[in-house]
Each structure stands twice: as C-alpha cells, then as structure tokens.
C-alpha cells in the first residue's frame, strides 16, 4: 500500500519524509490556503524536494468541465513531471467530463471527494488513475468510511478497472490498519496520523528498558559499536 503525506507544509513533509517510507504528498485548496503563499510556489517547492519520481497531487478549482481541464493542462505546465503529476478533479457531473478529456491526453488524474461506491464506479468509467474516498468525512456522516473503500475495491475488481484507490481523510491509525488489511492500493495521511502508526507506549519502554540493561552490562553510553573487549 502506497503512503502519501496529506500536507502542504514543506518542513512537516521533509520531517515526514526523513523517517518514513513515503511515495508522495497529496495536498487540497484548503490545505493551500493554510500556507498562506502562492500556491505554485509551494507545489513547486514541494516537488523539488520529493524528487521527480514521486507523486504529487493538486486539485483543480473551476467547477466547469472545460474550465477544469484548461486548469489541469496548466498545472502540469508549470508543475512538470506529466507522469507523476495527478490533477485531483472533483468527482461530479463536470468533473467525470474533465476526466475523461483529460485521462484521453494522457494526463494523470485523481477523483477526489468521493463519498459513496458509485462515485468511484462512474469516475473508473471516465479513465481516473486513483478514486479517493474520504474516509472519516463518510464515518462523521454516519455511514462507514472503510466500508465504502472495500466496496470500491470489490467494483474495480470484478470489473476489471485499472483505477486504484487513495483513500483520504484519515483521523486514527485503525483506520488506517484497517484499509491496510483489505488490501487498499494506497493512503493519504496527515503527518500526525502518520506518526500515531508507530506510537506506542510498550514500544518506547521496551527500548528504554533495553538500553538500560545494555548499559548495566558494558557501561554508560556503550552501544554495539564500541564495547568490544579491546576498547
Ligand atoms: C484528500 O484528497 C482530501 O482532500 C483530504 O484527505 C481531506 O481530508 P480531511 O477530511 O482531513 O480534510
């Protein structure tokens, strides 16, 4: 399963990135406007720094087919990286259009706001690369995020849809886990649900609790790399 940082902030994604095995970020308007700076200059940025093999998502703004696809030709003009550069497209009536002009000119796209299985059904019939439902946007609405995801995947499977899922907003690890476990082709987390992972207090105690008998054993400060004999 592929983890993308669902963040526009370049010191949290190059703090993320450090640690974490990461495959690209994915960011949103509103995820831009928290920045407060050209939005082109934190994509470019952005892009600069995850390298051009990996993937980088932005969302188009118009709400007209035609306007959608003037826009995403030119956010891959300025972005680059035509074969890792994903124009998120809002998944309704104009949208499925963009995306079918834009998937014929061999653009990548990602159709986003997805919020129940036939969205996605309709955006893998109009040649989406990735179809992103909103996982804990669909749990707060009463339905169940996770549940939708596998019924998408079921629909791409039986039906032979090379879309892939990115399901998106995320507000625990379980959710996580859970798309993890069902086989889900990739997520996009923000840094703090990224590093609630791998937080765990038995695991921070079992190392403190190691490095205390190591020390015991050979003496303060010793590690594997300088407590041998001749030392
Ligand atoms: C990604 O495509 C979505 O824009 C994003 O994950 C939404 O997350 P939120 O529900 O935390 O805002």
Redesign the pocket.
Known sequence: MKLLI?DANIERIKHICEFYPIDGV???P??LAKEGRNPYLVLKEIREFIGPDAEL?A?VISLTAEEMVKEGRHMVEILGEKAKTFI?IPTIPEGLKAMRMLSREGYKV?A??IYNPLQAYLAAKSGADYA?P?I??IDNLGSNGIQVARTMQDIFVSSGYKTRI?A????NSLQVQELCESGIRAV?V?PDVIEGLIKHPCVDSADVTFVHDFENLCGEGKTMLNCEPNK
């Not at 998106?168 to 507000?171: E, H, M, N, P, V």
């Open positions: 669902d994915t960011t949103n509103s995820i998502h969302q998120k990602t986003t706001a992103a909103y804990n946007r990115l998106a907003s995320f507000k996009t923000a």
